[in-house]
């Protein structure tokens, strides 16, 4: 498919061919896995495109191609986790310059921007970007980089990435969106005019829960060639076998994240009308502020739910992610199992209280990664839990 244009197929049939031919010596379908650290040469300077695999791997190329086609981008590129994607992104940046990020933020990426880079005389602006007015009041001429997640991680806000793209435009600003939550099979941001795709493919492109990766895609020739530098010169990258199992992982990404969108809609229903919760975060509401934005950008609203409880009471929360058996109590999201997690204690941990309370990350706030088992489990598992933390029985 490398020389397909990739308008021409549907999200499910790219999914199935993305990035992979079938192997020239053997005739292999999948893509072999290329375990060596060095390639032969035939003499000084003459080799089949291959020197060394911190530069170029086979199989890590294939995964890179297929990444760029999901995300209708010109150049993809693998890294050892998202936040190695996120470190090399940040590092094309110069003292001086200023980044405004979302104030619902992931908070390894909150951990980065403010213990990592702000050291080196980068400057970081959080702002709701849902705000246009306050977007602008953060520009200004030292804007380098917009960072936007949308769906955000936990409280689902919403960002208009067309927006972002057109504040952006004629200044020296650009937009990058980390798009996790989505994946390429929901959202596509290249589409709506940003400038780089950031995902940590430990989630719903790798779709297992057995790889850490994350990845980059632009299609902006200069950009691209600062990150393929850095990324060779620094080291950060994915290993053969890793990037195996996501190009097996892609070939049902599309079947998973349907699952992931109906099993989601479903629990959000459930849960909204529970009288031991008090607010479900889901954009799929009409009544969410990013509902409408969602709905023009997005091809569904995904598979992660966030709900604050009746009591917004720590002790509660904790035991409604002690109580359940299908949900399983574990960092990370986008696996085919169900997840539960108490932000405040556990993703966003390293985030200030007075400064994640403010996005509504509070003591009460529990957040689901809705897998692809049978719903009817799924929402009695979730009914006991609540049943159990809140009245003692279950």
């Not at 939550?181 to 940590?200: I, R, Y």
């Not at 809609?265 to 969410?288: N, R, T």
């Amino acid at each position: 498919m490398s020389d397909t244009n990739h308008t021409n197929f549907g999200r499910g049939t790219l999914a199935v061919h993305a990035g992979v031919e079938p192997d020239p010596s053997t005739g292999a379908i999948m893509t072999p896995v290329y375990l060596t650290s060095t390639y032969v040469q035939d003499g000084v300077g003459n080799h089949k495109g291959y020197e060394y695999s911190r530069t170029h791997n086979p199989t890590r190329s294939a995964l890179e191609k297929a990444f760029a086609e999901l995300e209708h981008g010109a150049h993809g590129f693998s890294f050892a986790s998202g936040l190695a994607a996120m470190d090399t992104v940040l590092k094309t940046l110069q003292p001086g310059d200023e980044v405004i990020s979302i104030n619902d933020l992931y908070g390894g990426s909150y951990r980065l921007f403010t213990t990592v880079f702000a050291h080196y005389g980068i400057t970081f602006h959080f702002v709701d970007l849902s705000d246009l007015d306050a977007v602008k009041a953060a520009m200004n001429e030292h804007t380098r980089m917009i960072w936007v997640e949308t769906p955000t991680n936990p409280m689902m806000q919403i960002t208009d990435i067309s927006a972002m793209a057109q504040l952006a435009k004629g200044t020296n600003a650009r937009v990058v969106v980390d798009n996790t939550f989505a994946s390429p099979m929901l959202q596509n941001p290249l589409d709506q005019g940003a400038d780089m795709v950031m995902h940590s493919v430990t989630k719903y492109l790798g779709g297992h829960s057995d790889v850490v990766m994350g990845c980059l895609v632009t299609s902006d020739e200069e950009w691209a060639d600062q990150i393929r530098t850095l990324q060779n010169s620094c080291g950060a990258v994915s290993g053969p076998m890793d990037c195996f199992l996501v190009l097996r992982g892609l070939k049902t990404l599309h079947l998973r994240m349907q699952r992931h969108c109906e099993n989601g809609e479903a629990i959000a229903h459930h849960l909204a009308k529970h009288p031991a919760v008090a607010k479900v975060h889901w954009p799929g509401f009409p009544g969410h502020p990013g509902h409408e934005v969602a709905a023009r950008q997005m091809h569904g609203f995904g598979g992660m739910v966030a709900f604050t409880l009746a009591d917004d009471n720590m002790d509660t929360a904790k035991a409604v992610v002690a109580q359940t058996k299908l949900f399983t109590l574990a960092e990370s999201l986008g696996g085919v199992e169900s997840l539960i997690g108490h932000p405040a204690t556990m993703t966003h941990a390293s985030i200030p209280k007075e400064v994640r309370e403010k996005t509504g990350v509070t003591d009460g706030l529990i957040r689901l990664s809705v897998g692809v088992e049978d719903v009817k489990d799924l929402l009695e598992d979730l009914d006991q839990a609540l049943a159990h933390a809140t009245t003692g029985r279950g």
